[in-house]
Nanobody, 125 residues
Framework: QVQLVESGGGSVQAGGSLRLSCATS????????LLWFRQTPGKEREGVAG???????RYTDSVKGRFTISRDNAENTLYLQMDSLKFEDTALYYC???????????????????WGQGTQVTVSS
């Protein structure tokens, strides 16, 4: 059974940093493409950053240069380092996974098979 568990969210002032983690189990971690996405009430889910099984990455424009996605295949853990946080980064952040054999990853959450429960990030201005 595939499980994804996010942690590391919290409250921070604008300009600050947070590091999110996503612990995974039940999958051959290194073969899977992974995604961080976020959602705020009344808005659609937004893909933030993705990393494929081959290590290639992608970011939505609004976080480029501020967020860094990485994966530790030995620890089966996905990370999102968030620096220079802005008020508009406030959201519930989720990690998601899909098999690498499906093809290159995307920033579209609905194309991923498994999601975690989310961790809240609140940035005060």
């Amino acid at each position: 059974q595939v499980q994804l568990v996010e942690s590391g969210g919290g409250s921070v002032q604008a300009g600050g940093s947070l590091r999110l983690s996503c612990a995974t189990s039940g999958l051959t971690y290194s073969d899977w493409n992974l995604l961080w996405f976020r959602q705020t009430p009344g808005k659609e889910r937004e893909g933030v950053a993705g990393i494929d099984s081959d290590g290639s990455t992608r970011y939505t424009d609004s976080v480029k240069g501020r967020f860094t996605i990485s994966r530790d295949n030995a620890e089966n853990t996905l990370y999102l380092q968030m620096d220079s946080l802005k008020f508009e980064d406030t959201a519930l952040y989720y990690c998601a996974a899909r098999p690498g054999w499906v093809g290159p990853g995307t920033l579209s959450p609905h194309t991923y098979n498994y999601w975690g429960q989310g961790t809240q990030v609140t940035v005060s201005s």
